[in-house]
């Protein structure tokens, strides 16, 4: 593996050159992250109406790969209320907060009013009882839970991927997988309140002696209130009426106000608890790490939080956890009350050998330590896809985004939602200008796709505006990578410019090397993914996608009369397809060479698309491969093949009702066919 001129500075030896470049490197990893974050809220509040927020890992910077995703969901029907406010609103259900009986960091939510609104999660003019506990007033956890999967499921579309739906403690986790990797998303479902718990008022007064958090900022903290989220304590018969308190907005802020030397910390023990999940399997939960380091920079004066002592507060915190474990005893951060080790029941035997490990590594001079910082030291290359990774992944969640919004939209207000996702990017300033200048060009080359799209519909396609939208287009497709030039494609396609797509087609085929990296919203992209890619720093974020980055290719239900036919089929309840642009890209190129009578090229460019569809570190098995696949087969009369990718589905369960039907017509034609 490479180094840089910057890291090969006695890496082995001088322990605190490579910390500084570690914590330099880590910081800026920090900043990029955060302005992710803020932008994908954006996005997901203006392009899809959703109200919600990223929490955990992903949301505080620092993280590996094999992090969850946290959303949270914050209700826009229902509020809670520490007392009873002089007036209501009723677009909403009031909740009263009671904390008798309970356990500190928990409530019950007592109904006030359930307004006059019809809640998103009853149907139109429900009653608002089945979500309430029986026979009694409380807002019940576990009839919220059991509301809320349909609900997720509209936030983010399946596209095929989505593979596995679980309850996880209070979340609804679902698990996408892709490209031989997977990506779990945990969502949350949590109700606000606007004011600073009773419970956690000691955490706004207690004797700060080294001045962290600042007043400003626990006063920041205080002004945006709580959630309240559904899972009770365990081992409690009330445990359906409870309500759990949660301060992920405020672990927010006070982990962006962070120096470098605490982002780094806060690195390594991740790091740490990576291994030690692997190595001790329920042992530990990752909130008693940052708990631990929350205490511990309290409690920690300023000057000692410099690289050099990054090292000594690592080990502080890993003492702080065997304290605690030893103990029985992990007071919460905002409520020292609630001992967040009081209801959890560890084997003895692992419990025993985690503290034993834990005391193992509890000393500055372990050699775990040094190994993991020259292994992130090393990882924190300047290679570009790395250093872009983040402005990539965000960009396509931005793009699935602002689509998913068309595809709720009813087809004559689809222009002017795009033209309104339009005027938001190029007024507010507020967001990063390089994500809003890229999300402007593939917004607005959405907008020329479905203007060819309406031409075609009304059949004007030798129209000046046709010539003119087209040439727009065309313009456009440049800046949006690999995806924008198969729109392209499928425009020339469907107004019988063959010839013209084919073209573009075999520039996209032959111009991207064996390095590129295909984004959608649930790509995860391994450490090791990065080993080959060029370092030059000249070179731009747009310069780098053209050459290494392709998204995927997207379309609208309003689209469907420009798609090829086979691909209309894969149309389901509106919604947004995806397809792989390479995989698109080989079955475009069979269709066009089926119709200029190529046919030993077409047997040619099918097999290409089998061998994509069978290569797994290419292209994850999914439904709309197998039916586009199964389709060329068809027109080329062989079905024992279509018969084969049909059957596919079915043996997965993946196969839909027309699936059963192509498969009953198919096997009708080979019997025929054997008569």
């Given amino acids: 593996m490479r180094a840089t001129a910057e890291q090969e500075v006695n890496l082995q030896d001088d322990l605190s050159s490579v910390m500084s470049f570690l914590t330099r490197r880590l910081s800026e990893r920090y900043h990029k992250a955060r302005i992710r974050v803020v932008f994908v809220e954006f996005i997901l509040k203006h392009a899809c109406g959703i109200n919600g927020m ?62 006059c609104r019809n809640l998103q999660l009853l149907p139109e003019g429900g009653d608002i009882s089945p979500l309430l506990c029986k026979q009694s007033q409380y807002l019940s956890t576990q009839s919220i839970l059991g509301r809320c999967q349909a609900l997720f499921l509209k936030l983010l ?130 909130y008693i790490w940052k708990t631990s380091l929350l205490w511990t920079v309290e409690n920690t004066a300023r000057t000692l939080w410099t690289d050099k002592h990054v090292l000594d507060q690592v080990v502080a915190c890993v003492q702080w956890v065997v304290r605690s474990i030893k103990d029985k005893l992990c007071p919460n951060y905002f409520i020292p009350a609630n001992n967040m080790l009081d209801d959890k029941h560890a084997d003895p035997v692992l419990e025993a050998d985690l503290l034993s490990y834990l005391e193992e590594i509890s000393r500055r001079s372990h050699p775990l330590w040094k190994d993991m910082i020259l292994t992130k030291a090393n990882d924190c290359r300047d ?54 200048a890229h ?20 059949e004007e396609y030798a129209s000046p505006k046709a010539a003119s939208d087209l040439q727009l287009l065309l313009k456009a497709c440049d800046l949006d990578v690999c995806s924008g030039w198969l729109k392209l494609a499928t425009v020339k396609y469907q107004l019988e410019d063959l010839l013209g797509a084919l073209m573009i087609i075999d520039n996209v085929l032959s111009n991207y090397g064996p390095h590129v990296v295909y984004y959608t919203s649930f790509s995860v992209i391994r450490d090791q993914s990065f080993a080959e890619y060029p370092t030059d720093e000249r070179m ?62 077409s047997k040619s460019a099918l097999q290409e698309m089998q061998n994509f569809q069978n290569d797994s570190s290419k ?57």
């Fill in 54 to 115: 990223i929490s955990g890992s992903r949301a505080e910077g620092p993280h590996s790969f094999e992090s969850d995703t946290d959303f949270m969901y914050i209700s826009k029907d229902m509020e809670v209320f520490q007392c009873i406010p002089d007036k209501l609103d009723d677009m909403k259900a009031n909740f009263l907060i009671e904390t008798g009986c309970v356990y500190p960091g928990y409530a019950k939510l007592f109904l006030l009013d359930r307004g």
């Fill in 157 to 286: 579309p399946e596209l095929g991927l989505l593979k596995q739906k679980r309850y996880h403690g209070p979340c609804i986790q679902q698990t996408y997988r892709h490209l031989g990797n997977h990506f779990d998303l945990d969502y949350l479902y949590c109700i606000p309140c606007n004011d600073w718990p009773l419970a956690a008022s000691e955490w706004i007064s207690r004797c700060r002696p080294h001045g962290w958090p600042s007043k400003d900022l626990i006063g920041s903290i205080v002004s945006r209130g709580h959630f309240h989220i559904p899972i009770g304590r365990s081992r409690t018969e009330t445990d359906d009426k409870e309500w759990r308190l949660s301060f992920s907005l405020a672990e927010k802020e006070l982990i962006y106000s962070f120096n470098g030397p605490q982002i780094t910390c806060l690195d390594i023990l991740k790091s740490l608890h990576s291994i030690l999940k692997r190595k001790y399997p329920g042992g530990i939960e990752s």
């Fill in 383 to 436: 290679d570009l896809l790395f250093k872009y990774h983040i402005f990539f992944n965000t960009l396509s969640v931005a793009r699935l985004s602002i689509l998913s919004g068309c595809s709720s939209c009813s087809k004559k207000d689809v222009h002017r939602y795009i033209d309104r996702m339009i005027n938001l990017l190029n007024t507010d300033q507020s967001q990063d200008e390089t994500l809003r």
């Fill in 439 to 458: 999300l402007l060009i593939f917004s607005e080359s959405y907008r020329e796709s479905l203007n060819m799209s309406d031409i075609m519909n009304s």
């Fill in 540 to 601: 731009t974020i747009s310069e780098f996608s053209k050459k290494y980055i392709m998204y995927a290719v997207m379309f609208l239900h309003e689209e469907m009369n420009v798609v090829p036919n086979p691909v209309r089929y894969q149309f389901c309840n509106g919604g947004v397809l995806s397809l792989n642009p390479i995989f698109y890209a080989h079955f475009l190129q069979f269709l066009i060479l089926c119709q200029l009578g190529r046919f030993e090229e």
């Fill in 619 to 675: 292209l994850e098995t999914a439904t709309e491969t197998l039916e586009l696949l199964a389709q060329c087969y068809i027109l080329l009369e062989d079905n024992i093949a279509a018969l084969g990718c049909l059957a596919q589905l079915v043996k997965r369960g993946d196969a839909s009702v027309s699936v059963y039907w192509q498969l009953c017509a198919l096997l009708g034609k080979i019997v025929s066919s054997n008569d």
